[in-house]
Structures are given as C-alpha cells and as structure tokens.
C-alpha cells in the first residue's frame, strides 16, 4: 500500500502541482494543453459544488459526482456504475490551486470522500466558487512508475550481482563466460587514440547501459605523451576526479586488482578499440595530448547526459519501464524530493533549449505548456557543443562533458573525423554516448597485436569474466553530419542510427 501511495504521489505532484499552481480554473477546458501534455492524464471537468456531474471513466462507464463543503473542507460524493471489470481501478485525482487527493477506486456503488480544512481563503474562494478540477488516469502509468520503482530499487542496493542479473534480464541473454580473465597487452603495441569501453556492474555506470540497451556504460581515451612515448589511459570521471591519466600499465593493474573503482575481474569489464586505418593516419598525436592538457580537470558534469540519452520522444524511444510520459512524471516528481538531481540532469539543460533561467521543474513544464510542446519533446532537442553550465565546484562556466564526450572531443581536435567530414565537424559530440561510440566505423575491426584470448570478437577485451559481445552492432555506422541527434536510445532505431 505504501508504494501504491507514492507512485500516486508522484503522479499527482508531475501534473496537478506542476500544470495548474496559480492558474485561473477557466483556462481548463478540452482544447487545453494539459491534455497532450501528457497521453496518461485525462482532464474530465471543473466540479461545481452543489451540482450533479456526470462522466464516463477508464474502469467505469458511469461516474457521477457531487461536491459540497462546509467551513470544515470538501465533501465529495461518487457513484461509480457500470464497471467495465472487476479488477479495473478508477484513479481518479481531485485538484485545487494548493493541494491534491488521489482517490483509487475499485467497486462500484456509493464512495464518500472528505478533503479536510482549507488551505487558504484564496483556495476556499475558488473552490466554493468554481469547483473541484479532477482528472482520470489511466493505470498504465501507474502500472509504468511501478515497475519503475521496483527497478529503482534493484539499483540501489548496488548488489553487482543482482544488478548483472538485472542486465541479463534487459538483454534478454545469459552472460558468457570467459576462461581469460586479464590480457597483459605491450603498452607499445597500443596506438594512441584507442578507445577502452566498461561494462560496470555498479549503480552509478550501469543506468547508462539500461537507457541505452548499451554493453557499455564508460569509456576513456588512451592517449601517448609525445615526448616521453608513455601511454596513459584519461578519462572523465566525477568529482574529484575530473578530467586525469593514470599510467596504463598502473591503470590495468588497479582494474584488475581491485584498487581502483572497486574493478575485480567478476564485476569489471574492459574493451579496446584500435582506430581504424584512415581515422588512424587522420588523428593528431599531438594534437589530442594537447586537448587532453587543455581539458585536464574539467569537471565531470551530468547536464548532457540526460538530452544525449533521449533523442527522440516517441513511446518507442526508452526501454520499459520507462517511457516519455514516466520519464516526465519521474523528473517533477523530483523537483519535491531531489531537487539538486534535477536541477543537475535536467533544469539547465532544459534552460539552454527554452532560452530561460529557471531553477524549478514546475517552471520547466509550465513553459513547456505555453509552447505547446512535451517534456519529451524537450528532452529530445539536441545538446549544443557551444553551451556552458556552471561547475558546482569552482563556479566557472564551462562545457558540460561526460565521458564519453570529453573522448569525442579530444578525437574532434585531433582529427579523427577527417576521413568522413574533412576540416568541418557537423556532430555535437555531447550527443554520442558509449553505444553510438561502438557503432562507428572509426573503429578497427580486428583486435590488437598481442590480444591472446579464448574468444574471437573482432577486438580485445583486457578484462573481465563476463565476455562483452557488442560484435553484431560493432563498428557498422559511418559517421554522418549531426549523428545520433534524434535516434531512438533503445532497441527500435530508425535507419541510419
């Protein structure tokens, strides 16, 4: 009952709290925005009091309702007739300017509700005045915010087995196993440019996969000192972190043994991409280690990594349990209960596209009303190279790079798009996370020399005992001008993604 109760809320808090606060109740009506603001909320009418209402629900075909009040609160009436089933619940969500009530009902026949107190004149006013806003809404968003939920609740615990169970579970495939568990590869055998891709099973990384149907949830860039000839492997990672190297050798050393990122061989896996023959030859030794030097402690910023996962607003887009509505529903709800994690995944984004300086989500989906336009559809506009955000840490403005497109933006300095786009570079690499990352081309397609294993993917996992097979999606995409920009994140791509 308790979780039936917060799914609830956070129903109630995505729509009423955020679409209709300081609204005139005039403005609801069947034209009105709310109603393709979200496909899974259905504005039914303004109750007047002391009148009879009448209206045919999702569970029910018959609801009538009448509302009343004294200087104590509201005093609500049903009659619920004509159940389409017996095990159908009628949700239904009664509003004011202030406050909200959820009512599920499930039998027919006579309900009484009472809504204690009144909030405030203002709220007193409207209500004895014009009524009670109430919506239906259909049980398949609760049924979506649920499963949800219980998936939240997979990753929370940060179990990596569980977690892999749960991966296996998305994949729809049972992990192999491998007998290899560390490839000890000559640091110079490996060329500078070469991509290594993670598969984690930790709560952090792992998200990254399930949004994307990805076998990959980080990425870093292994680049070489050109005036040393050391190989060091850089990433971004988050604070304190930042943008660092660490020698390669120390590096895979500490995967392996656990020193570093809690990596043992059982919950830590690890691939290398060479560049192909051409992206090779095109890439900038120099160049990249310079751009690694220029970026060295920029601070890992999450304000991308939500607009690069969702590009499309189509139902399809978001592996279940997720789907744009319960995706929007989940990101107002937030703005209640983990305002910081919105505000760093979500609001200044959302800002950068809407041309706005909100700090709330309910000013977010109010403009995005004003516009006509879905959360989803916002979500999916793409991010821009160009944009800065403010480092919590220092307060500079700076570009919002995750891991995988502070790689793509050494690899856009160095060259290594030269083959497909010459000197100009039509891609916002903010856009490409680990999946898009494997799909292109740029990528040799056999593994390095010195790669002694017991499988015959088309490149070299170093570490892990789960084998990372991306092989029917590897490496078969050129890349093209504005890539990944509005691709589906999941299963269903359109062509050309």
């Known amino acids: 009952m308790n979780t039936i109760r917060v799914l609830l809320f956070l129903l109630v808090v995505a729509t009423a709290s955020a679409s209709i606060a300081s609204k005139p109740y005039h403005i609801f009506d069947e034209k009105d925005p709310l109603n393709d603001m979200y496909d899974f909320i259905n504005f039914m009418g303004v109750a007047e009091p002391y009148k009879m ?17 004294d200087s104590e609160g509201i005093y609500i009436d049903l009659n619920l007739q004509e159940p389409r089933s017996h095990l159908c619940t009628e949700l239904l969500v009664f509003t ?49 915010v649920k499963d949800f939920y219980d998936l939240y609740e997979v990753y929370k615990k940060d179990d990596w087995k569980t977690i892999r169970a749960q991966m296996e579970l998305s994949f729809g495939e049972k992990f192999k196993q491998r007998k290899t568990g560390k490839v000890d590869l000559n640091p110079d055998d490996i060329p500078s440019g070469t991509l290594a891709l993670f598969l984690k099973y930790n709560n952090i990384e792992s998200y990254i996969t399930f949004m994307t149907h990805s076998k990959a949830g980080h990425t870093a860039l ?24 660490t020698d390669y050798t120390t590096w895979v050393n500490q995967l392996s043994d656990g020193t570093y990122d809690d990596c043992t061989p059982d919950k830590c896996m690890m691939v290398l991409l060479p560049l192909s023959d051409e992206a090779q030859e095109a890439f900038d030794d120099q160049v990249a280690w310079d ?12 304000a991308a990594e939500l607009f690069a996962v969702v590009d499309n607003s189509d139902h399809n887009a978001l592996p279940h349990p997720l789907s744009p509505d319960a995706l929007t529903l989940l990101a107002t709800f937030g703005e209640d209960h983990f305002p910081a994690f919105n505000k760093a995944f979500i609001i200044d984004g959302a800002n ?24 989803p559809q916002l979500l999916a506009i793409p991010e821009d190279d160009k ?7 220092t307060g500079k403005m700076v ?14 300095r ?21 999946r898009d990352a494997y799909e292109m081309s740029m990528f040799k397609q056999k593994p390095l020399k010195g790669c002694v294993r017991d499988d015959t993917l088309p490149y070299c996992q170093v570490l892990g005992l789960d084998l990372v097979d991306f092989s029917d999606d590897f490496a078969h995409i050129d890349p093209y001008p504005h890539m990944d920009e509005h691709c589906y994140s999941y299963k269903h791509f359109p062509q050309g993604c």
Not at 222 to 245: C, D, I, M, S, W
Not at 291 to 302: H, I, Q, T
Request: hydrophobic share 35%.
């Open 53 to 69: 209402h009448v209206q045919e629900g999702s569970c029910f075909k018959k609801i009538i309702m009448y509302v009343n009040y």
């Open 96 to 144: 004011t300017t202030e406050r909200f009530h959820f009512s599920p009902q499930l039998f027919h026949g006579k309900h009484s509700i009472k809504i204690k107190g009144w909030k405030d004149v203002r709220e007193q006013h409207l209500v004895t005045t014009e009524g009670m806003i109430y919506f239906g809404v259909s049980g398949n968003i609760i049924k979506s």
């Open 222 to 245: 292994l680049l070489r000192n050109p005036a040393t000839g050391q190989l060091f492997a850089t990433e971004n990672q988050p604070f304190p972190r930042n943008v660092f190297k």
């Open 291 to 302: 751009a690694f030097l220029d970026l060295k402690g920029s601070p890992y910023l999450n």
């Open 352 to 375: 950068h596209r809407l041309g706005t300086n909100f700090d709330n989500m309910h000013d977010v989906v109010e403009e995005c009303i004003k516009r006509d336009m879905t959360v």
């Open 387 to 393: 944009w800065l955000y403010k480092d919590p840490n």
């Open 399 to 412: 570009p919002a790079l995750h891991c995988t497109s502070y790689v793509f933006d050494v690899y856009k």
């Open 414 to 434: 160095a060259g290594a798009f030269k083959p497909w786009f010459g000197d100009s570079f039509p891609l916002n690499t903010h856009e490409i996370t680990p």
